[in-house]
Antibody, heavy 117, light 111 residues
């Protein structure tokens, strides 16, 4: 059974850093396309970053230069390193697997990141 | 501001048919990129409802159907049920933004 479990969220001050983790089971993170999607309180979904099976990464413009997506094959875990956090980064962050045919087919339960002083 | 526009809300009585539009452009839906639809029940993660414009994953009732024409796509729900109350999002890829994009989202209310 495919499962994704996020961790590492919490309250952080503006300008601070946080690293989210997403532990995967039931498939191999490095063999698939893995993404982070976020949802600000009461708002819609926003794609944040992707790491392809090749290792190539891509980001939404608003986080370029601040966020880094990566993976650890030995731990079968996806990460999102978030630096220079802003209040507008406050959201529930989901990790999701991206299938080329089906779209975002498996999602984690989501983890709340609150950026506030 | 999303490049895929959806109506903020739609509503219908049980048993009725409702449709949700997703309006894009020639750099996303009109360029031939796949359109997927997601259902997000309150307090839960989204789940795939329709993929590749018209296909349903196993377990999704055939009351849900998708279509596409030009730079727009639509999701139809026939025989509306109380359990269909949720937020619905379309999703595609935009070649100008080189970004995966979601629609603005539509809240479906069953009267």
């Amino acid at each position: 059974e495919v499962q994704l479990v996020e961790s590492g969220g919490g309250l952080i001050q503006p300008g601070g850093s946080l690293r989210l983790s997403c532990a995967a089971s039931g498939f191999t993170v490095s063999s698939d396309f893995m993404t982070w999607v976020r949802q600000a309180p009461g708002k819609g979904l926003e794609w944040v970053a992707v790491i392809y099976s090749s290792g190539v990464t891509s980001y939404v413009d608003s986080v370029k230069g601040r966020f880094t997506i990566s993976r650890d094959t030995s731990k079968n875990t996806l990460y999102l390193q978030m630096n220079s956090l802003r209040t507008e980064d406050t959201a529930v962050y989901y990790c999701a697997r991206l299938d080329t045919t089906v779209g975002f087919d498996y999602w984690g339960q989501g983890i709340l990141v609150t950026v506030s002083s | 501001q999303s490049v895929l526009t959806q109506p903020p809300s739609v509503s219908g009585a049980p048993g009725q048919r409702v449709t949700i539009s997703c309006t894009g452009s020639n750099s996303n839906i009109g360029a031939g990129f796949d359109v997927h639809w997601y259902q997000q029940l309150p307090g839960t993660a989204p789940k795939v409802l329709i993929y590749g414009k018209i296909n349903r994953p196993s377990g999704v009732p055939d009351r849900f159907s998708g279509s596409k024409s030009g730079t727009s796509a639509s999701l139809a729900i026939t025989g509306l049920q109380a359990e269909d109350e949720a937020d619905y999002y379309c999703q595609s890829y935009d070649s100008s933004l080189t970004s995966y994009v979601f629609g603005t989202g539509t809240k479906v209310t069953v009267l």
